[in-house]
């Protein structure tokens, strides 16, 4: 990765520094097996809901020419490419995983948008940027792989502006009981089966990914994820259940 840095953005983190010093976390353990294929599977395994959700996520965002926009948890970048395809303005991609990073890389260069995203390895949990860094923070799938969801919201909230935009995707589990059955055994059974065959990193995220959900949602559901947002700052919350709940989009304004 490149690690030249120009006045105002933050350079990608060369291969030979990926935190060395920093325990290796779940997400890293996860992800950085998968990424090369990351994009193509997860289209598949979510029935190719991964992009559309990515663009209705993107959709509810409210920029301004020349803003500075935060993507937390990026992976391979493909929800600050979706920014960028539709707002004129600079994106900051930030993941733990340095594979994923790598991968996202590569796919930002083939868009020729290496001059507008600039990628940065780093945990959500210690924000590498000041306060009131951000006009826009968008996070993505992270919050199952925090310790504490109440401390990684209120990092993401002090490096946004008052007045800027909080947004994330994450997955739920439906409540209509009929729909919720189907995606038992579609979690439970279905992807561990489904998985098996493509690699070994991505059989370990089929048999993952159902019981974490569940367990998550369980914890965390969505009026209290709702009532952290607004305890950070975010006092107008709304939320968006896409795929029959199958996943949840929520956005808010920091107060001014």
């Known amino acids: 990765m490149k690690t030249k840095k120009r006045e105002g953005q933050w350079a990608s983190l060369p291969k030979s520094q990926p935190s060395a010093t920093a325990r290796r976390t779940l997400a890293q353990d996860l992800f950085d097996g998968i990424a090369p294929s990351y994009d193509t ?6 029935f190719f809901q991964y992009l559309p959700w990515r663009r209705f996520l993107v959709s509810r965002m409210a920029l301004r020419q020349g803003n500075l926009v935060l993507d937390v948890c990026t992976g391979t970048a493909g929800v600050a490419m979706e920014i960028a395809d539709h707002h004129d303005g600079r994106i900051v991609g930030l993941d733990v995983s340095h594979m994923m990073l790598e991968a996202g890389l590569r796919a930002i260069e083939r868009q020729s948008m290496d001059g507008r995203i600039q990628l940065v390895q780093g ?8 306060d009131e860094t951000f006009d826009a923070v968008v996070f993505t799938y992270l919050l199952r792989y925090v310790q504490d969801p109440d401390a990684t919201i209120r990092e993401l909230s002090r490096v946004l502006k008052p007045g800027g935009e ?4 994450e997955f739920g589990i439906p409540e209509a009981l009929w729909v919720r059955a189907l995606w038992k055994i579609y979690n439970r059974v279905v992807m561990p089966v489904m998985t098996l065959p493509v690699s070994r990193g991505w059989h370990r995220i089929g048999c993952f990914l159902g019981p974490n959900i569940s367990e998550f949602c369980k914890q965390y559901p969505v009026d209290r994820l709702a009532a952290i947002w607004r305890d950070n700052g975010l006092p107008l ?7 029959k709940g199958a996943a949840i989009v929520m956005w808010g304004t920091k107060d001014k």
């Open 166 to 169: 909080l947004l994330s995707l």
């Open 41 to 46: 599977w997860a289209q598949v395994l979510t």
């Open 237 to 243: 919350v709304e939320t968006r259940p896409l795929l």
């Open 123 to 130: 945990r959500a949990e210690h924000l590498p940027f000041p």
